[in-house]
């Protein structure tokens, strides 16, 4: 009989063979070489055919193979060959067995040659092949001998090869397997990538060079000082010229001032670790980390966390991300006022670490472990909550790797433990190793909600309401009164808020205002930075970008992957500038002839930032001037005299006021804009006040009416405004669905768009009662109404002329049948006009897209854009760029000779595309969006607000847009330059 062992890859120890694990130090002056470059590879889609294992020995001929950059994620290179990426939210891409794995699992045999540089000696020390990052599985040889395994994604692991290397013809040869036990912790909401997807390196580790060393910082806010202590095996000398520093390592020392290391003002001291055997360069940040007051206090100051949730991502290389993409990731950042970043759901590249000390950033470093897919087996053989020592060893490995690989990063103030891995017991195994190791640092992890194993309660979007609840320590008490006790003297965070899908998200505003109510509530992190489309060109040669699905997964979660607040070529979507508007440092409000400042900072002053002040009247910048502002300590408020010109004339003027750099920073140029508001200094009136509706009479014909420009056809259709053809305009309730409307992880009971689709709100049908000359009117009575259900909107459209040119239409709109359970998507009208027509102005909010709860970033003021650029480009295509409280627009052609011009009764809400909303809805790539013969322009009472209903809270109701009894107006004019 033959007996089958278990695959040496599904053995769920996390390695065999390693050097323990130390802090990064790649930039010490040991030797190092970089083997990066083209390795030879052989792909096995199954452990059934992988290839021969023979292909360890340096005489193997490797001639056939195929060669692949190394770092890359297999699957990324080939055009297919080696397999494709798949991406799985939760669901694990094959039966949850632990530790067992398929035999249909994708295998990459790699190799390279390499020769060691003059001057490395052999017999001095060590050497130590360094890989940063293999998915999921890999056995490593040199020379034919193995030197040991590892798994552990995303975290660095070393193997001695000194005993086996030679001057010349090393060959170094791996076998890297996709799944393997270690998978069953690596299920992150991500794309599944195997490879050799980090630097590979090469380390001369000389006699007497330092093994492992660790930072020791702390800062007293009370007097400035601060003390610092190096542990360093073996012992050597710690200088920081700056401070004037020279002492032996382990040695504690006082300084009696220095400046401390925060976000805000990230505070480095050069200096030098040295032993006999090698110097180490160092960058201490002195800060302080504590819960004290249900707050998390850096340098006893509670801080509030705007922050980002970031997955490692590039798009044309997956998880290998390049120095200048993380740099700019930073920078991108720091820009838009975010000032944290939670590593989800593994540590990051350690260089971006690095770029966070530098740059001022709060960071979660966050262990590599998630195993959401056991949620659908009941949470049953959870690793997370296993007696299995392998289960144990493995979870302490991986964060005992993060801790000591990152563990002198002055920007890291927690670690978290993983993400959705369930509540096992084994997350307080790791907590309490983590706490023996750094109790300098606090611990999170979200899953523990009843904080038994963390010093934080944390969360994933707990809607407004709870969140208020959880502020005043009100919140639904836990069973346990022991455990409730604690938790509610706790800091609370949401790890994960606010999804970033799509258009949206909505609700910021009010997210923010209760973490600046409430001292316990302690802001959180966008879920997430950055949508994860892989590129691709359509057979016309357009580029866009693949998600789930697009590579034949038996099992995808669709475009969940494109989630983030930029867009896959990291351009800004509008949901960053709407975050960067809500979280900005600085708060300005205008009373009395003074600009209140109030610096919302929790350690800077705004020493740093100008002032600026201008008016505009009717979109047009009137005055402008600088406002001398006093230095601003962080918390305080301070009021200015501003004297403003006196408004003449008719129209609105505002009053903006901005918060901009002095001078060039390391992350944005002088002038940035920081902050700013506005402020109506005149009344917002009609635009077209003092004009009687009515004035010229209708005239009817044989075929129709005629309304000073405007042409009927005998049912009141509008079929023609001047020289322009018009299609179908007529009251339209329907828009496409955005990501939000329809999110599989909604809340329950805020689904809007899957209760749009059961009453089949996309599918409305038109029937026209009457049309009838009346009190010098066009009156067209309509019923529009969804098929199968009793509900209906009757309009009554009121055509007029106040010239005998000008078009007005008053519009009142009546619900009939049970509404109560339905917000409407959109109330207004659509109109379908010439295609020729291609650029817009209004006079409104912009120059962004805005909806009802996401229009806190848009200004009131003149835009022009064209058609094309007004739409936005979202991954997957959805309902897009809505402008709001537009008072007039212009619809032009290119020559701006021919077009109309809208004007609201006071104001509306604008749309113009290329495409009907019903072929947007049907969309599922961006070429899919082809301009057909019109523009499609809606003009809009309003649109239901967005939420973010993705993966969290839908709309909130203030900002639903109800069917209820409605007047609505506007007037068109034919287009004069």
């Not at 950059?69 to 094959?94: E, T």
């Not at 707050?295 to 120095?323: A, C, M, T, W, Y």
């Not at 950033?361 to 998630?370: A, G, M, R």
């Not at 949901?575 to 900005?584: A, D, N, R, Y």
Request: proline share 6%.
């Amino acid at each position: 009989m033959t007996v089958f062992h278990p695959a040496e890859y599904e053995d769920p120890r996390p390695w065999r063979g390693a050097e323990s694990p130390r802090s990064w130090n790649v930039d010490s002056d040991a030797a190092k070489l970089s083997l990066n470059g083209d390795w030879r590879f052989h792909f096995s889609p199954s452990v059934i055919v992988a290839g021969d294992e023979s292909f360890v020995e340096p005489k193997f001929d490797d001639q056939k193979w195929d060669t692949i950059p190394v770092p890359s994620h297999w699957v990324l290179q080939g055009d297919g060959k080696y397999g494709l990426p798949a991406y799985q939210n939760i669901n694990y891409p094959f039966v949850v067995d632990p530790p067992h794995v398929p035999d249909e699992n994708p295998t990459g045999d790699y190799r390279v040659t390499f020769d060691l540089p003059a001057g490395w000696d052999l017999g001095d020390g060590k050497s130590l092949v360094r890989f940063d990052g293999v998915e999921s599985w890999a056995k490593v040889f040199v020379n034919g001998t193995e030197l040991g395994y590892s798994t552990g994604s995303r975290l660095p692991v070393e193997f001695d090869a000194t005993s086996v290397l030679k001057s010349k013809d090393n060959v170094l040869a791996v076998r890297v397997h996709q799944w393997s036990a270690a998978t069953y912790l690596e299920d992150q909401d991500q794309w599944f990538m195997p490879g050799i997807f980090r630097e590979v390196t090469l380390l001369h580790r000389p006699k007497d060079s330092v093994v492992d060393y660790f930072v020791h910082v702390s800062y007293d806010e009370k007097d400035g000082s601060a003390t610092l202590k190096v542990d360093c095996d073996p012992s050597g000398r710690v200088t920081i010229p700056e401070l004037s520093i020279d002492t032996a390592t382990g040695a504690e020392v006082k300084i009696p001032k220095v400046s401390p290391w925060t976000a805000e003002t990230p505070r480095l001291y050069d200096g030098t670790l040295t032993t006999a055997g090698e110097k180490v360069p160092l960058r201490v940040g002195f800060r302080s980390v504590r819960i004290e007051d249900s707050q998390i206090k850096v340098n006893g100051q509670r801080v509030l966390f705007k922050g980002v949730n970031r997955h490692e991502f590039q798009p044309e290389s997956g998880r290998l991300v390049d120095r200048a993409t993380m740099l700019k990731d930073v920078l991108l950042m720091k820009s838009h006022n975010v000032n944290a970043v939670r590593t989800s759901h593994y540590p990051p590249h350690p260089y971006f670490l690095s770029l966070c000390d530098e740059y001022g950033l709060w960071v979660i470093d966050e262990c590599d472990l998630e195993t959401h897919g056991f949620d659908f087996v009941g949470w049953e053989g959870n690793p997370v909550d296993s007696d299995d020592e392998g289960w144990i060893s493995a979870l302490l490995n991986r964060v005992g790797r993060m801790v000591e690989r990152d563990k002198n990063h002055p920007s890291i103030i927690i670690w978290s433990m993983g993400n959705e891995a369930g509540v096992g017991k084994n997350i307080g195994k790791m907590a309490d190793w983590v706490r023996s190791r750094d109790s300098s640092r606090p611990i999170h992890y979200e899953g523990d909600r009843s904080c038994k194993y963390t010093d934080m309660y944390s969360r994933m979007y707990a809607v407004q309401a709870e969140v208020d609840l959880i502020g005043q320590h009100k919140e639904v008490p836990l069973d346990d009164p022991e455990l409730d006790a604690k938790r509610r003297q706790l800091p609370f965070i949401l790890c994960e808020y606010a999804h970033a899908m799509g258009n949206g998200p909505g609700g910021l505003s009010e997210y923010q205002e209760l973490f600046e109510k409430y001292p316990r509530c302690q802001g959180g992190f966008i879920w997430e930075w950055i949508d994860h489309g892989l590129p691709a060109i359509a057979a016309d040669g357009t580029k866009y970008y693949k998600y789930g699905g697009d590579f034949g997964e038996q099992t995808h979660d669709s475009n969940f992957v494109c989630d983030g607040l930029l867009f896959p070529d990291r351009t800004p979507t509008p949901g960053l500038i709407e975050f960067k508007k809500v979280i900005e440092p600085v708060k300005i409000s205008f009373e009395g002839g003074k600009v209140w400042i109030r610096n919302g900072r929790d350690f800077a002053d705004l020493s740093d930032l100008a002032f600026a002040w201008r008016v505009e009247q009717n979109g047009k910048v009137i005055d402008q001037g600088q406002i001398e502002v006093p230095t601003i300590a962080a918390g305080e408020t301070v009021a200015v005299e501003l004297g403003v010109p006196t408004i003449n004339g008719h129209g609105e003027a505002w009053l903006q006021v901005s918060a901009n750099l002095k001078a060039k920073t390391v992350w944005a140029d002088e002038g940035h804009e920081l902050a700013w508001a506005q402020f109506l200094l005149s009344d917002k009136s009609d635009a077209i006040n003092g004009v009687t509706a009515g004035a010229v009479q209708v005239v009817e014909g044989s075929k129709g009416y005629t309304v000073g420009a405007g042409t009927f056809d005998s049912k009141g259709q509008l079929v023609k405004f001047g020289d322009l053809d018009v299609s179908l305009a007529r009251v339209d309730i329907w828009r496409a669905m955005t990501d939000n409307d329809v999110g599989p992880h909604c809340t329950p009971g805020t689904w809007n768009g899957k209760n749009w689709l059961a009453a089949g709100l996309d599918r409305v049908l038109y029937r026209v009662n009457s049309a009838a000359i009346e009190g010098g009117a066009l009156v067209v009575k309509t019923v529009a109404a969804p098929a199968i259900y009793g509900r209906s909107l009757e309009a009554v459209y009121r055509w007029t002329s106040p010239d005998g040119e000008a078009l007005r239409l008053d519009l009142h709109v009546t619900p009939r049948g049970d509404w109560s359970a339905l917000a409407l998507p959109r109330l207004g009208v659509r109109f379908g006009l010439p295609k020729g027509l291609s650029r817009v102005e209004w006079f409104g909010l912009g120059p962004g897209e805005a909806y009802a709860d996401t229009h806190t970033a848009a200004r009131v003021g003149q835009y022009a854009l064209s058609i094309d650029e007004m739409q936005t480009p979202y991954v997957y295509p959805q309902e897009n760029g809505s402008r709001a409280e537009v008072r007039w627009a212009e619809v032009t052609d290119e020559s701006g000779q021919a077009g109309l011009r809208v004007e609201g009764h006071p104001d509306f809400a604008l749309t113009a595309r290329r495409w009907t909303s019903e072929e947007l809805h049907a969309a599922k790539h961006t070429p899919d969006l082809v301009a057909g013969d019109n523009v499609w322009l809606n003009v809009d009472y309003g649109l239901n607000g967005i939420g973010t209903g993705s993966c969290g809270p839908g709309v909130l109701p203030k900002y639903l847009l109800a069917a209820k009894e409605t007047d609505f107006g506007f007037t068109l004019r034919p287009f004069k330059k």
